[in-house]
């Protein structure tokens, strides 16, 4: 088994990256950090704001010790099936101990804090997506987020994601093949495919 961790600030590009290898690679699965706390929070409130998750995270570490989430998802990972594990979202040191302990790698992936604010606000996963700069900028100063520029520092890889979406999935791509992690072949329609005049096979909807 494969595990492959991602850190990065929020709006950084995370998601993106784990929908791409998900559409992309075979026998994967995906882990995040947070998962955990939000699926207590949904027990108890319909609208989850990121600062619930922060606040939560730091009330268990407090109680239980600071590598309780650690802990629930090295569960997750002894009950995967499938041959390559995504961490999405390790944040601190204790959560990258465990994925070294693994034999892992980490990818670090970042983009300038106004992008990643525009990207937030677009997606509105959680309620407080729709926040001003500075309040993005307020959680992202919490103690939760300011782990990550430490962990960065300790990464295999590091992406920068400060350009077009086809731009860092080229990137992505590269550290795929680096990490000798095949890419799906996309299976060709014959139905839909005609052969040019060099005897190469295109699909028409191309033409």
Do not use: H
């Not at 961790?5 to 882990?31: H, L, P, W, Y």
């Not at 992202?140 to 430490?150: C, Q, R, V, Y």
């Amino acid at each position: 088994m494969l595990i492959l961790g991602i850190t990065g600030q929020t709006g950084s590009g995370k998601d993106a990256i784990c929908r791409f290898i998900q559409d992309n690679v075979e026998s994967v699965s995906f882990v995040r950090f947070s998962q955990a706390l939000t699926e207590a929070l949904s027990l108890f409130v319909q609208d989850i704001k990121k600062e619930d998750q922060q606040w939560l995270g730091n009330v268990l570490r407090e109680r239980f010790g600071a590598d309780i989430i650690a802990k629930s998802v090295a569960k997750k990972i002894e009950n995967s099936k499938t041959e390559i594990v995504i961490l999405n979202g390790i944040r601190y040191q204790v959560e990258l101990e465990l994925l070294k302990s693994l034999n892992g790698k980490l990818i670090y992936v970042s983009a300038p804090a106004n992008t990643r604010w525009e990207r937030v606000l677009n997606r509105g996963e959680k309620k407080d997506d729709n926040s001003s700069f500075e309040k993005f900028q307020e959680l992202d100063s919490a103690p939760t987020e300011k782990g990550i520029i430490e962990i960065a520092q300790q990464a295999d890889f590091v992406i920068e994601n400060n350009g077009t979406y086809d731009q860092l999935m080229q990137k992505v791509r590269e550290v795929l093949k680096e990490l000798q992690i095949p890419i799906k072949i996309k299976s060709v329609n014959l139905e839909n495919t005609v052969k040019t005049s060099n005897g190469e096979s295109i699909e028409t909807r191309d033409i």
